[in-house]
């Protein structure tokens, strides 16, 4: 899955939501489920996301909706194999970037 976020230091959950397509309340969910999502959060509690969250957030993203695993699957798919599994979907993510690319290149011609 790619998102489309603008570059910043920090990310409101509203805006990380509309990018992955959910509801907050599964943002908020996921950080209490997932050790590896930890926004700061400013006085009023509000949660601002770093850049890492968002690509914990797009790597469980991946496993849990697009390649199906339970939550508990996630949790140890991440535990166990998390610099495999972080490489290899950063490696696809950049193919699907250069295959939109092509495909943009294609349709000019």
Known sequence: MHIDLPEKRYYGI???ARAFDVNTSLIRFWEKEFDVIQPKKNAKGNRKFTQEDIKNLQL??????????TLEGAKTHLREERLKTLN???IIQKLERV???????KDQL
């Open 88 to 90: 290899n979907f950063e």
């Open 60 to 69: 469980i993203y991946h496993l849990v909706k697009e390649r199906g695993f």
């Open 99 to 105: 295959k939109a690319e092509l495909k943009k290149i």
């Open 14 to 16: 509203g805006e990380v």
